[in-house]
């Protein structure tokens, strides 16, 4: 069974920095990407940032230049640093890891992530 475990959010004040992981069990096919998402309250989910299995990054507009994704491949793990946070960016943060030849993805259970202004 795929599982994927997040942690690292947490209360900070704007200007602060955090950093996620993720890490993901129990995938026995080819981890094509890795990434996160956010969802704000009232807000739809939203692309954070995403991995490829050969370093291709893709960020989302309003967080390119202050966070940055990464991942271990050999331990299934992905990490995404946040620097300079604003208030915009609180949300819930899920991570998802899409794999195999059908692409399917799975998703964690989101860890808060809450900035102070």
């Known amino acids: 069974q795929v599982q994927l475990v997040e942690s690292g959010g947490g209360l900070v004040q704007a200007g602060g920095s955090l950093r996620l992981s993720c890490a993901a069990s129990?995938?026995?096919?080819?981890?094509?990407?890795m990434g996160w998402y956010r969802q704000a309250p009232g807000k739809e989910r939203e692309l954070v940032a995403t991995?490829?299995?050969?370093?291709?990054?893709l960020y989302g507009v309003s967080v390119k230049g202050r966070f940055t994704i990464s991942r271990d491949n050999g331990k299934n793990n992905v990490y995404l640093q946040m620097t300079n946070l604003k208030s915009e960016d609180t949300g819930v943060y899920y991570c998802?890891?899409?794999?195999?030849?059908?692409?399917?993805?799975?998703w964690g259970q989101g860890t808060q992530v809450t900035v102070s202004s």
């Open positions: 998802n890891v899409e794999y195999g030849s059908l692409g399917e993805d799975s």
């Open positions: 129990g995938i026995h096919f080819r981890i094509n990407s």
């Open positions: 991995i490829t299995a050969s370093g291709y990054t």
